[in-house]
């Protein structure tokens, strides 16, 4: 192998003066350029996407070579964890999915999606099976609508944090038949009083393979579970942490703790959530808008920077005074 310059240092790899430092780096070089190219390639796909086509296939021949081979782009993961740096992401995201050749199968892209750059990854990923999409705000849904008319083969999706409307999510069910596990979640809500049954209907009336479904903070109610229940028979995992208009008690609990084999109940603990779980804080005064009472769950906590508002009459709010987040 020839490497036209060395890999960036390894941290407490002689950064410090007198004798050592430089055969120490030497050795580490040495390492990496004796490493066969399959070991290489299976240390290189863990750096991530924008990582790579940014920095390290700049760092030699032999890895720029090694991350021009499409089977290096069969999982793209676009998480935007360099956002401090100046990358244009959708031209670092068009750039894998060319690498890929058609070969991709799963993507995973947020904050900086759009309807272009999704139509663009369905026009050159027939074998997408798996689609992850968090915080994708610019994308409508006439742009997930056209991708998903394109991506038949999509068996897992994710669309966390983004908003669709139900016909939306309707047809996502109709164009990909072979949907398996279906993530839609949310940061939740400040009053669970507020209910919409939309998504778990667009679920039910368009996505009867589910075997996994998780629904994070939905504002869905019984009624929705139900028809989410008699549609999707083979529902074998259900997250329905924070959903909290959903009663599980009585007929309801006994049909999900005989039919689900991993049920997540509204108030089951949360630790093992992947995102941020505190809700903005947006005060409303218009009481046409939460015309009930907020609800009789009260969040608490121990440290003095919350401060709990309970008249006992119309809500309860829990204010952090450093960030003004309310949880």
Known sequence: ???TRSPPRTPGGGGGGGGGGEEEVGIVYGQWVELPEDVMASILKRVGAIDILANVESVCKTW???CKEPSMWR???MRDDMSDMDYDLVK???RAVDRSSGAL???SIEYFGTDDLLVYIADRSTQLNSLRLVSCRNISDEGLIAAAAKMTSLEELDLSYCSFSKAALEKIGHCCPLLRSFKLNTTGYRY???ECDDEALAVAESMPGLRHLQMFGNKLTNQGLQAI???CPYLESLDLRRCFNVILEGKMERRCSEHIKDLRRPFDPTDDYPFDLRVPNILWSDEEDYPYRFSDIDFMSDDDNYYEFSDGSDFTEVYDIEDGWLF
């Open 92 to 94: 670092i995201c068009r």
């Open 64 to 66: 720029r070579n090694i």
């Open 75 to 77: 999982s793209i993961d």
């Open 192 to 194: 669970p009083c507020i």
């Open 105 to 107: 199968l799963h993507i």
């Open 229 to 231: 229940l008699d549609a």
């Open 1 to 3: 192998m020839v490497c």
